[in-house]
């Protein structure tokens, strides 16, 4: 019995090893840390019991039975099927934050951490001497998140919204979630060369989220802010976070499909004839940093 279990932990960790490589090759950062970080987070101890729910375009399927194999896969996995809330797409996840590159010694936000999986990753990459800090409105999630995350000891999980303040001066903030703006209190709370990684997504037909596009925005000192997106993603909706108008804006900028063309965000000046998008003190700019 104890040589079987022997042999089901290490085909596991073959699994994981092999997901860990898969993944943060096809993200385009093979054989470093992030890697060392995936292979060192165990999936199957944040989705809970199997057999799962896998996000397809056609909706969930089941998995055959409850072996964790599954879960190696660049498969969404459901958190909450009814309410569709997902642990997102691994190469997705991966080339998001291979895009921050956050390191040992920094504050990292994650909002919109969920049961806490890529939070995990996000606090190897900043440990020893970094921390985490993780925001995680749905209660459920964040007291699960909070218990897979008990014995990182350089993570905080906050059972409330990332999207009001306060929020700790950071180098870092991810968040998982969709938003109609840079938020004020995110911007103002990024340290010099900070990063703020976010999806900009308008809605979509029937309430579903809409297609838009992972933002990454990096603090300029000493107070611009270079622009830039990363690739387009469809995201759950960030509550707290979200206009309507502003919303209705964005969906006919994506429209057009020159978002690749974002160069930089300005804060509370008139929109100029580079601008891409406008949202309440705030627009996105085609022309670099002044």
Not at 131 to 156: C, G, R, S
Not at 157 to 185: F, M
Request: with cysteine; charged share 20%; net charge neutral.
């Amino acid at each position: 019995m104890a040589r079987r279990k022997e042999r089901n932990v290490e085909r596991l960790e073959a699994h994981r090893t092999f997901f860990a490589n898969l993944i943060t090759t096809s993200a385009g950062v093979p054989n470093g840390p992030l890697t060392a970080a995936f292979a060192a987070t165990p999936r199957e101890r944040f989705l809970g019991p199997g057999p799962w729910k896998i996000f397809t375009g056609g909706g969930y399927i089941s998995t055959p039975t409850d072996d964790p194999a599954f879960l190696y896969q660049d498969v969404t996995v459901a958190l909450s099927e009814a309410g569709k809330i997902n642990n997102g797409q691994p190469v997705l996840h991966a080339v998001s934050i291979a895009t921050l590159n956050p390191q040992n010694g920094e504050t990292v936000l994650h909002i919109g951490a969920g049961t806490g999986y890529y939070t995990a990753v996000l606090a190897r990459l900043t440990a020893p001497a970094g921390m985490v800090v993780a925001y995680e409105i749905e209660p459920t999630l964040a007291e699960l998140a909070a218990a897979h995350l008990a014995d990182m000891k350089n993570v905080v999980v906050n059972a409330r919204s990332g999207a009001v303040g306060p929020l700790p001066a950071c180098n870092v903030i991810y968040v998982s979630a969709g938003a109609t703006a840079p938020l004020d209190v995110w911007l103002d709370a990024l340290l010099p060369s900070g990063r703020l990684l976010f999806p900009l997504t308008p809605d979509g037909p029937d309430g579903r989220p809409g297609a838009g596009g992972m933002l990454l925005i990096t603090r300029v000192p000493p107070d611009r802010y270079s622009a830039r997106f990363i690739m387009p993603v469809m995201f759950v909706p960030c509550q707290g976070a979200r206009d309507d108008e502003t919303a209705k804006k964005l969906a006919e900028a994506f429209k057009r499909g020159d978002m690749h063309n974002v160069r930089s965000l300005r804060r509370n000046t008139p929109p100029d004839d580079t601008c891409w998008c406008a949202g309440n003190g705030w627009w996105l700019s085609t022309a670099e940093s002044g």
